[in-house]
């Protein structure tokens, strides 16, 4: 699978931008697909994941309830749509798969081993 990220941009704070992520490659019911993101000087972590069979979603409790996670299956696509932003979601934001053997297998904040390019999400206050 190949992922590529886009829809990074520079926005005022309370603002809102779409990431996507398009993949390729192959059927996706096998995957889950996720969001992360590094701010300069700190460790990438997880912002969002959802199971490609079934959308079903997890969130990270900063973002919760102010970012959703989705998918067009006919699209083949992937998206973040952060609204509310603050300057701390300032970061590369980068998307990622990881394949499951079961289409219902439980989602995880980790595992995620397939990684696309990063995209610059950047917040003015």
């Known amino acids: 699978v190949q992922l590529q990220a886009s829809g990074g941009g520079l926005v005022q704070a309370g603002g809102s931008l779409r990431l996507s992520c398009a993949a390729s490659?192959?059927?996706?019911?096998?995957?889950?697909m996720g969001w992360f993101r590094q701010a300069p000087g700190k460790d990438r972590e997880f912002v969002a994941s959802?199971?490609?069979?079934?959308?079903?979603?997890i969130y990270a409790e900063s973002v919760k309830d102010r970012f959703t996670i989705s998918r067009d299956t006919t699209k083949n696509t992937a998206y973040l749509q952060m609204n509310s932003l603050k300057s701390e979601d300032t970061a590369v934001y980068y998307c990622?798969?990881?394949?499951?053997?079961?289409?219902?297998?439980?989602?995880?904040?980790?595992?995620?081993?397939?990684w696309g390019q990063g995209t610059q999400v950047t917040v003015s206050s």
């Open positions: 990622a798969a990881r394949f499951t053997s079961s289409m219902r297998a439980s989602l995880s904040r980790t595992g995620f081993n397939k």
């Open positions: 490659g192959q059927n996706f019911n096998h995957y889950h």
């Open positions: 959802i199971r490609w069979y079934d959308g079903d979603t």
